[in-house]
């Protein structure tokens, strides 16, 4: 079943998982009554946000087949571990975890271990899996996630490792039963894929090539997400600015972002990742105006300097990325900026890692994802000439950033007795007073308050601002 070339999902095999959920569920059911005890599952999701939705939606088919979700392996009948393949750490944790559970697999001979994600969507890596981790029951890929159902019924008949990936994407399927572990914020995906092709990255080898969802399917999940209490939404896509260029008729980010704001009940939007060779003026203009988009953009810049961008085949150069936050911080002054660096690329010099030093100083973000240049088999930087010495790597990430941190911290205290509308999300600890929560520009805060203020809107005065997060105190109670 390896590798098969995509076949279009259709509504048959909406119905045939349905069918396989029903099947399950009903033996979890017979089970259920003969133990009074549910089977229970644990997944372990590594990487982005797009793996965490993926295992979102593995939780909800597992719970409509009658399984309960627990905090430990050693309590699971199913283990899943959903991968990521951005770096090589986390495939190399990935492999100590699966040696770990071949010992609870000895004393526990019904435990079914799953591994999905994007490590999964590399055939060197399947072959490893075959060989050397026979006991592993079931692999797949990020293209056969609607699938689970169906193959995890062919665990339980055949009982032998079943593998289904599939190397190529194909329409995209609406309609799978799934429900969600609902709080007050949600992800929406909005597309699929990406077409940029970082000459470092793998993500467009594992999750294919861009495809957008109609509108109309995003907007039905939203008005569902806000049936059931959602009150901030995050758009979520590789590129979120390029989103519609396949569609026939004109229809961008920017419009999506003004239909998904009428939607009554959504307070908050957030939306990310954006490709800076693609933010459009017309975007930072609806983060302007609309009340509901919250100011705050995730601006990956990867690198300061014009050698190693055009060699990362970034399409942009230092001067363009910061001609946008220029426009950015012009029209929306309380903007807060985040973004994605990575050191060690190959050829760097320390002149280049200077350059995104510099930067790093001049835009001034409020966070950062920091890197150190990973090479992945298959993608083009793993075959460029220069790869950089771990040490030298090591140091120079040291030194990016001792400045970041630096720049990070100071900007943050600067907010002293600044006034931020925070939503309310939870306890901030067990056993503590206080309430944690983010402002429209993302930062963390907490504050002293009682449970029925969890999600609320609140406007909060910061009186201690540390380092990376603030402490402040309610200036308004909403009514209750
Ligand atoms: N090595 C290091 N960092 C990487 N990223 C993607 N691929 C690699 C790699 N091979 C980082 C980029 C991207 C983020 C999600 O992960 O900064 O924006
Ligand atoms: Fe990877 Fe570049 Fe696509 Fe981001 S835009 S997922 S870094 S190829």
């Known amino acids: 079943m390896q590798n098969q070339i995509r076949l279009n999902i259709n509504n048959d095999e909406v119905l045939e998982n349905q069918y396989y959920i029903n099947e399950i569920r009903r033996t979890n059911d017979d089970f259920f009554l003969s133990f009074n005890e549910k089977k229970k599952f644990h997944i372990i999701t590594y990487g982005c946000q797009m793996n965490e939705h993926d295992s979102e939606k593995l939780t909800a088919m597992l719970k409509n087949m009658g399984y309960e979700e627990t905090d430990s392996y050693e309590t699971a009948d199913i283990i899943i571990f959903n991968t990521c393949a951005v770096r090589e750490n986390a495939e190399l944790r990935v492999y100590g975890n699966l040696g770990h559970i071949k010992h609870i697999k000895k004393t526990k001979k019904d435990l079914i271990l799953a591994v999905s994600g994007c490590m999964m969507q590399q055939p060197h890596i399947v072959e490893e899996i075959k060989k050397k981790y026979k006991y592993v029951d079931l692999v797949f890929g990020t293209h056969n996630v609607h699938n689970f159902p169906k193959l995890l019924s062919s665990v339980y008949e055949e009982k032998k490792q079943i593998i289904e990936v599939w190397n190529s994407e194909g329409r995209i399927l609406e309609g799978m039963p799934y429900e969600r572990k609902l709080g007050l914020k949600a992800y929406v995906n909005i597309m699929y894929g990406c077409n940029n092709f970082c000459t470092y990255c793998i993500v467009p080898y594992t999750r294919g090539r861009e495809r957008s969802r109609e509108k109309e399917n995003i907007i039905d999940e939203v008005n569902k997400l806000v049936q059931d209490g959602v009150k901030e939404i995050t758009l979520l896509g590789q590129n979120v600015n390029s989103y519609g260029t396949t569609f026939e008729e004109l229809y961008d980010f920017a419009d999506l972002l003004e239909d998904v704001s009428k939607i009554d009940g959504i307070e908050r939007i957030r939306f990310m990742t954006s490709h800076p060779k693609d933010l459009s003026d017309k975007l930072i203009y609806i983060i302007k105006d609309n009340p509901k988009v919250c100011e705050y953009v995730h601006l990956p810049i990867q690198s300061g300097s014009n050698a190693i961008l055009k060699s990362m085949n970034r399409k942009y150069t230092r001067e363009d990325y910061l001609e946008i936050v220029r426009k950015l911080k012009e029209n929306i002054p309380n903007v807060s900026l985040?973004?994605?660096?990575?050191?060690?690329?190959?050829?760097?010099?320390?002149e280049d890692v200077d350059a995104t030093i510099e930067l790093i100083e001049e835009v001034g973000y409020d966070s950062a994802f920091t890197f150190i240049y990973s090479k992945r088999e298959g993608t083009p930087a793993a075959r460029f000439e220069q790869h950089i010495p771990n040490d030298v790597q090591h140091k120079r990430f040291e030194k990016m950033l001792s400045v970041l941190n630096?720049?990070?911290i100071a900007r943050n205290k600067t907010r002293m007795g600044e006034v931020y509308e925070v939503l309310v999300e939870d306890r901030a600890k067990k056993d503590t007073d206080f309430l944690i929560g983010r402002s429209r520009?993302?930062?963390?805060?907490?504050?002293?308050?009682?449970?029925?203020?969890?999600?609320?809107?609140?406007d909060v005065k910061i009186t201690n601002p540390k380092n990376f997060s603030m402490e402040g105190e309610i200036i308004n109670t909403p009514v209750l």
Do not use: M
């Open 338 to 350: 985040s973004t994605d660096i990575i050191i060690g690329f190959p050829g760097e010099t320390e």
């Open 406 to 408: 630096k720049t990070v």
């Open 441 to 458: 520009e993302n930062y963390l805060i907490t504050f002293k308050g009682s449970n029925d203020l969890i999600g609320k809107l609140v």
